[in-house]
T-cell receptor, first 113, second 114 residues
Framework: AQKVTQAQTEISVVEKEDVTLDCVYE???????LFWYKQPPSGELVFLIR??????QNEISGRYSWNFQKSTSSFNFTITASQVVDSAVYFC??????????FGKGTKLTVNP | NAGVTQTPKFRVLKTGQSMTLLCAQD?????MYWYRQDPGMGLRLIHY???????AKGEVPDGYNVSRLKKQNFLLGLESAAPSQTSVYFC?????????????FGSGTQLSVL
């Protein structure tokens, strides 16, 4: 079975702080994909990033960065210099070849001014 | 850019009533999905479709039915609504079922069953 754990239910930070959202996954497959989605207060989930299991290179996109470590089965997401607009629920998700996408329970991030 | 459109956005039902949620996508995607989102539970897959005329059960299919008569539309039906079906429902689509495919989501339908 595949499983995604986002242990942090809610995080609250002050603007300009850095924040890391944790994601730990379980799968026996060697080929799989990991995703992060953002759900702002408007409700619609928006794709942020995907990473395949053979690519452990970290990725940076502006203030966002992702750290993929197969050794610890983690795919953590860091926001640098957080802004109020980053306030949202963030979901980590896992997909194996023949299975449907499985989501974690989400982490609600609140960035206070 | 419409993308994935869900109607209605809000609905209140009484126990035992029926209703249909409509999802429409204009991206010519083959795959469509219905999820429900509940506090502390994340998103759970109800039903999905891999193409026009096909449907399949997801993780929590009981109490729901679906139809995909046209490629662009995916309907979710509740025949006899129950309070346990109070939730936010999301439709999503993807061009294929490949592992690396990202999903495009609608803005959700908030359903309350009294």
């Amino acid at each position: 079975a595949q499983k995604v754990t986002q242990a942090q239910t809610e995080i609250s930070v002050v603007e300009k702080e850095d924040v890391t959202l944790d994601c730990v996954y379980e799968t026996r497959d060697t080929t799989y994909y990991l995703f992060w989605y953002k759900q702002p207060p408007s409700g619609e989930l928006v794709f942020l990033i995907r990473r395949n299991s053979f690519d452990e290179q970290n990725e940076i996109s502006g203030r966002y960065s992702w750290n993929f470590q197969k050794s610890t089965s983690s795919f953590n997401f860091t926001i640098t210099a957080s802004q109020v607009v980053d306030s949202a629920v963030y979901f980590c998700a896992l997909k194996r070849r023949s299975e449907k996408l499985v989501f974690g329970k989400g982490t609600k991030l609140t960035v206070n001014p | 850019n419409a993308g994935v459109t869900q109607t209605p956005k809000f609905r209140v039902l009484k126990t035992g009533q029926s209703m249909t949620l409509l999802c429409a996508q204009d991206m010519n995607h083959e795959y469509m999905y219905w999820y429900r989102q509940d506090p502390g539970m994340g998103l759970r897959l109800i039903h999905y479709s891999v193409g026009e005329g096909t449907t399949a059960k997801g993780e929590v299919p009981d109490g729901y039915n679906v139809s995909r008569l046209k490629k662009q539309n995916f309907l979710l039906g509740l025949e006899s609504a129950a309070p346990s079906q109070t939730s936010v429902y999301f439709c999503a689509s993807s061009s294929s079922g490949q592992s690396n495919e990202k999903l495009f989501f609608g803005s959700g339908t908030q359903l309350s069953v009294l």
